[in-house]
């Protein structure tokens, strides 16, 4: 039996479709074959009707332009289960090692394919070892540069491992969670782990649950789509592997136990250790099962009771890293984080004037309706010709565009601004006369990642001193997963924001969460707000607020913390104050 309840999005398709076709291309299949999957996938990419919705809706996905019959059977297959033959064939030939190096920032189905048919490379560690002898730097279209990242991006996985993204593990535990409450309408299901405690990666998922019929979830789970490998299957504990990698762990407690053993499973390991202590020295003893006093159960349905046992205030999973958490609730000292409700306006977005996908009108409605009341477009500056930036004249036509839509809103603002380019000697690269007439000024480094770290921060730190500046844009330039921070001293910039009054973004991009919550905190304690804005490219992108209020909160953010909590006027009121 398959639960055939999950569902599955373009998106999903277009990246099975990529999967395929980087796979074909290292299977030296027909060229013609490669391309017709590539503009497969971006056809479903930029599809605006979900292909679920219109098969359910009776229509033919062959109405579709590129799609033809064989494609339109795929993506019903795809929709239902999530792969297709064709990828589980291709999967079967083709190493697991070698799909792996696809993985690896730089490398392309080309290289892979030269690295895998003439080196006859097949894991990371042949490939490392390849890398090392000076294997690869002889092969055509790689040179020393190719190998030198290949061994970097190799210790980068290795120190990393198999971790993923928050935000890629969400629809998964949406999906596994809606597969059990299908099951088993009855049962109380929460997720654990990492992920509770939103950390920027997780390393694989933890779902708890209470219920009558543990063995109709247990079946449930271990049969979903999506399961490639069974790892456990037990009345208390089941273990399974997806196709995507991704491990998923399922715990059925008591009732009696639920809030003990979310306590356990959120984590973190270290915070535990130090709580269970606590408890050690009250003369208790802390499980999954409950705190207990002797033999007798004193506190365990509930988190709550569980903390209030141990005369603590409850901890929020964000703040659960023994990182003095448990002193603070102790004292009833630990701070009201912020929450995604407080968030005014969204303070970093990019339109079609340069590499977002949506017009400044489109963005501002789409800011509206997340309940917002302003909007800064930021696109990108003259020096980034890549992303078609703006400069002085396209800047000071956009601000008379935006002055005309502003006139036919009138409960929400547009307010004009522009990620200008953090120059190479610090200054900026938009003239002072224009910044000096834009609501806000966000500055970004985007070039020269390499410097010394004394010269990126005394870089970064000149760009700071410009009048006009407000923000920090995605201030260490890290890519989670990919591109580690460039090397900048994150502290001697925050003392020197402290200085200048001026902020520093929390960019929400999922794949960024730049600044770190260590700095976030930091950065609070010396009085220094930080901008928590999603960089958004696209309308649906607004989404991503919630990653960096995750992200803000274990930063210990609180409400008063964060810019974007102010209202308009006391925004602008900050920033006339920036200008001095
Ligand atoms: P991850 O999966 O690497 O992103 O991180 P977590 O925190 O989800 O870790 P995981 O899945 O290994 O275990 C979930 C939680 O269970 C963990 O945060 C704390 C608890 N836990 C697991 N093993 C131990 C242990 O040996 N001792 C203690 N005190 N807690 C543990
Ligand atoms: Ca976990
Ligand atoms: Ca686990
Ligand atoms: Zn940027």
């Not at 703040?319 to 609730?329: H, P, S, T, V, Y």
Request: with cysteine.
């Amino acid at each position: 039996m398959t639960a055939n309840i999950v569902s599955y999005s373009n998106k999903d398709v277009a990246t099975v479709f990529d999967a395929i076709a980087d796979l074909l291309e290292i299977d030296d299949a027909n060229p013609f074959r490669v391309r017709a999957y590539r503009n497969a996938s971006r056809t479903m990419e930029n599809l605006d009707d979900e292909a679920l919705s219109m098969i359910e809706q009776g229509r033919d996905l062959t109405e579709v332009p590129g799609i033809g019959k064989e494609l339109a059977a795929k993506i019903e297959t795809i929709v239902a289960t999530g792969t297709v033959k064709a990828l589980e064939e291709l999967q079967q030939k083709i190493p697991a090692g070698v799909v792996e190096m696809l993985r690896l920032p730089g490398l392309g189905p080309k290289k892979v394919k030269t690295l895998y048919q003439d080196l006859g490379v097949t894991s990371l560690e042949q490939l490392d070892a390849a890398a090392a002898e000076g294997k690869v730097q002889a092969l055509p279209g790689m040179g020393a540069r190719t190998e030198e990242q290949i061994r970097k991006a190799v210790a980068a996985r290795v120190a990393t491992g198999d971790r993923i993204l928050r935000a890629e593990a969400t629809p998964t535990v949406e999906r596994v969670l809606d597969v059990l409450k299908q099951a088993e309408p009855r049962a109380k299901l929460t997720v654990a782990g990492s992920y509770r405690r939103s950390r920027d990666t997780v390393g694989d998922l933890d779902i708890l649950a209470v219920s009558k019929k543990p063995e109709t979830l247990m079946d449930a789970f271990v049969a979903m789509d999506g399961v490639a490998d069974v790892q456990a299957h037990g009345s208390t504990k089941s273990s399974v592997r997806l196709n995507a990698g991704l491990q998923v762990d399922l715990r059925v407690v008591a009732r009696a136990s639920f809030g003990a053993a979310l306590h356990y499973f959120t984590g973190s390991q270290a915070h535990n250790v130090a709580v269970r202590r606590r408890a050690q020295k009250m003369g208790l003893k802390l499980n999954e099962y409950g705190l207990y006093r002797g033999e007798k159960q004193v506190a365990g349905a509930t988190e709550i009771d569980v903390f209030e046992a141990l005369e603590l205030t409850y901890v929020e999973p964000e703040l659960r890293e023994d990182a003095g958490e448990i002193d603070q609730a102790e004292e009833g000292g630990l701070p009201k984080l912020v929450a995604q409700k407080d968030i005014k306006g969204d303070l970093h977005a990019h339109s079609t004037a340069s590499d977002g996908r949506n017009s400044i009108r489109e963005m501002a409605t789409a800011a509206r309706e997340q309940g917002y009341t302003y909007l800064a477009m930021t696109d990108h500056s003259k020096r980034l010709t890549v992303a078609n930036g703006l400069d002085e004249g396209r800047i000071e036509a956009q601000m008379e565009e935006i002055d005309a839509i502003n006139a036919t809103l009138d409960d929400f603002t547009i307010l004009k601004g522009i990620e200008t380019d953090i120059m190479d000697d610090g200054s900026l690269d938009i003239s002072d006369d224009v910044l000096s007439r834009l609501d806000i000024v966000v500055a970004s480094v985007h070039h020269r990642f390499k410097l010394s770290r004394e010269e990126q921060t005394e870089r970064v730190m000149r760009a700071m001193d410009n009048p006009y500046f407000n923000v920090l844009g995605h201030p260490t330039g890290r890519i989670l997963l990919e591109r580690e921070p460039y090397e900048i001293d994150i502290p001697r910039i925050i003392a020197h924001a402290a200085e200048r009054g001026c902020c520093l973004e929390l960019n929400a991009n999922p794949l960024r969460l730049d600044l770190h919550e260590k700095y976030c905190r930091q950065a609070m304690e010396q009085g220094v707000l930080i901008s928590v804005n999603t960089d958004a490219h696209s309308t649906q992108q607004f989404d991503n607020m919630v990653h960096g209020i995750g992200q803000a909160r274990r930063g210990w953010l609180e409400k008063k913390h964060v810019l974007n909590t102010r209202s308009l006027p006391q925004l602008r009121k900050l920033f006339k104050a920036m200008r001095g």
